[in-house]
């Protein structure tokens, strides 16, 4: 199997049987595990052992941590908090959005994010994805504002990255704030410009799968001295409410200089399985790229699905049996069309965000920083799996 040059399906045997339905699974070993131990991370947690600064409130490793974000993403103020999910708070609080006010997001993102609106007491205003990809649509920001519009919210989602050249132009012909969520696609680039540089406040998340890990954290960035006053304020409980360790801190530092030949390997693996995956029955790519420099760094490689009711396929029958094989295949988020009205305000029917909802497949991004032969055996199986005619009776 994974020989260049052949058909990928012949490759797997003419007589193969999918795990699900019996088979001999086609990587027993499971996916690849992430985070992966590079020396780097080990002499930092050295460092900081030796050091005695693993068990200390603050220290250098904070400090340096804070510089570099500062420094890669063009930013005067970096906030480093305890996840993700309360950097988006931490950042909506920090650009003074306040209960009955109204922030605009995607009817298909992070479920955290719609929370973290709620949280505060806020109203969240879907709008739809642009055609064939995961990008909110900016073409809808106007039908959604109102002046109790206070910040749109905007991910970049899967291998998309959002246009923010469009949201910002708009937000700021409005006076809305972006709060821009890079947690997906940390050191990407958007129109040429590294992704976290973008927004009014823009958020990062070190949670355990993310590109950068140390298991949980978060940091918010922002050029604007007022929103990290107020989020410092928010984050002030007699002492740090939501913060990060120093050990945290000493096992992300080290990534930062691993992370762009990383994510240059997973923008080739992403290629490759792409190329293998072409016509494909029932799987899409979709056409993601807002922009021509726009580069995505692929925490989760995104396909559309298409069911086929003759062949008895759909997205959850392909997840299954690609995980039988030891594929880290995942659905995509459940999106928020289906949300009743009281808790939020809905632009149209969303139909691209519900279509999302319910075709994407995620790959975890691991596998994807694998050799070549393996890739083109990941690309192999999910074409027969896609390609299968499935029982009726599964
Ligand atoms: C993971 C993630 C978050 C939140 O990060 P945590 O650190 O896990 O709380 C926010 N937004 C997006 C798009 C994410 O993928």
């Not at 699974?25 to 900081?48: I, K």
């Not at 749109?152 to 821009?180: D, F, K, N, Y």
């Amino acid at each position: 199997m994974g020989t260049d040059g052949q058909d990928e399906r012949s490759e797997l045997g003419v007589s193969w049987v999918p795990a699900i339905l019996g088979g001999t699974p086609c990587f027993p070993e499971g996916p690849p595990t992430w985070p992966r131990n590079s020396e780097g991370v080990r002499a930092a947690l050295e460092q900081v052992w030796r050091d005695g600064d693993w068990g200390r409130y603050e220290g250098p490793w904070g400090r340096r941590l804070c510089e570099r974000l500062a420094q890669i993403h063009n930013v005067e103020q970096v906030l480093l908090c305890s996840s993700g999910t309360i950097a988006v708070e931490l950042a909506l609080r920090g650009l003074g959005v306040v209960a009955g006010d109204e922030v605009i997001l995607a009817g298909y993102d992070f479920p955290g994010n719609f929370r973290a609106i709620e949280a505060i007491g806020a109203r969240p205003v879907l709008v739809d994805l642009a055609a064939d990809g995961w990008n909110l649509d900016a073409g809808e920001l106007d039908a959604a504002y109102s002046p109790r519009t206070k910040a749109v919210l905007v991910s970049h989602l899967h291998r998309s990255m959002a246009p923010l050249p469009l949201i910002q132009a708009w937000a700021h012909s409005r006076g809305v704030q972006v709060l821009e969520d890079a947690c997906q696609n940390p050191g990407g680039r958007v129109a040429g410009r590294v992704a976290g540089s973008w927004g009014d406040a823009s958020v990062l998340s070190f949670g355990g799968s993310k590109l950068l890990t140390a298991g949980r954290g978060g940091a918010v960035l922002t050029r604007r001295a007022d929103v990290f006053q107020r989020m410092k304020i928010s984050n002030d409980r007699g002492n740090l409410a939501y913060p990060l360790s120093e050990l945290q801190a000493a096992a992300i530092v080290p990534q930062l200089d691993e992370l762009s030949e990383l994510s240059e390997r997973r923008r080739t693996g992403v290629e490759r399985l792409d190329r293998a995956l072409a016509g494909a029955g029932g799987l899409s790519r979709g056409d993601s790229m807002a922009h021509p420099d726009d580069a995505p760094t692929f925490y989760k490689a995104s396909w559309f699905v298409e069911s086929s009711l003759e062949r008895g396929f759909h997205r959850e029958r392909l997840i299954t049996a690609a995980r039988a094989e030891g594929i880290a295949l995942d659905a995509g988020f459940r999106g928020f069309a289906g949300r009743g009205g009281q808790r939020c305000r809905k632009i149209g029917g969303l139909p691209r965000s519900r279509r999302a909802a319910e075709q994407t497949v995620l790959l975890h991004h691991p596998v994807l920083l694998s050799d070549a032969g393996t890739l083109d055996r990941v690309a192999a199986v999910l074409r027969a799996l896609v390609e299968f005619h499935w029982p009726s009776t599964t």
